[in-house]
């Protein structure tokens, strides 16, 4: 077995529902279109052809790719936290620059659940690892890849899902 990563629930859904999505539209569109091309004659010269074997292939790859991923899943809750005064995964966590002013608001999450758009971040991400185990009130230092170093007061911790 290789190495397990956590998911919530809504992540696990989303993954089974595009495995679904790739097997059942995707894979037969696929074949539709290959069973196309051999019908336009010599496959052997046929460029069509080799290119939906190939995004064949590539589609394959994606869904084996994701079917590991979901075997290697461990789906995790706000409910399992046990220390919710200090900043974990599904925390979302309100936070002021003191290095450049201002104030965010970041949630904790899975990795394959970012979405910085929506104030999701990775845990593994230097700000989210500057700010685990803090609790409200303390100085979390962070460093960024570049050698720059930021400081953010945590202000409020909440937990979602």
């Known amino acids: 077995m290789g190495k397990f990563e956590y998911i919530t629930k809504k992540g696990l859904e989303k993954l089974q529902k595009e495995i679904e999505r790739l097997e059942n539209i995707e894979?037969?569109?696929i074949?539709?279109?290959?069973?196309e091309?051999?019908?336009k004659g010599d496959i052997s010269e046929n460029s069509e052809y080799d290119a939906i074997k190939e995004a064949q292939g590539f589609l394959e790859m994606n869904i084996s790719k994701l079917k590991k991923k979901l075997s290697n899943s461990r789906i995790i809750d706000g409910s399992q936290i046990i220390n919710k005064t200090r900043v974990s995964i599904l925390s979302t966590v309100r936070v002021k620059n003191l290095t450049h002013g201002g104030e965010q608001i970041y949630?904790?999450?899975p990795e394959g659940e970012a979405d910085l758009k929506s104030g999701k971040i990775s845990i593994n991400?230097?700000?989210s690892t500057g700010l685990l185990g803090k609790q409200v009130g303390q100085i979390a230092h962070v460093t960024l890849p570049n050698k720059m170093t930021l400081d953010y007061e945590i202000l409020e911790i909440a937990f979602s899902e």
């Open 37 to 39: 091309a051999r019908d």
């Open 31 to 35: 074949s539709m279109q290959i069973a």
């Open 27 to 29: 894979r037969p569109k």
């Open 107 to 109: 949630t904790l999450v």
């Open 125 to 127: 991400t230097p700000i």
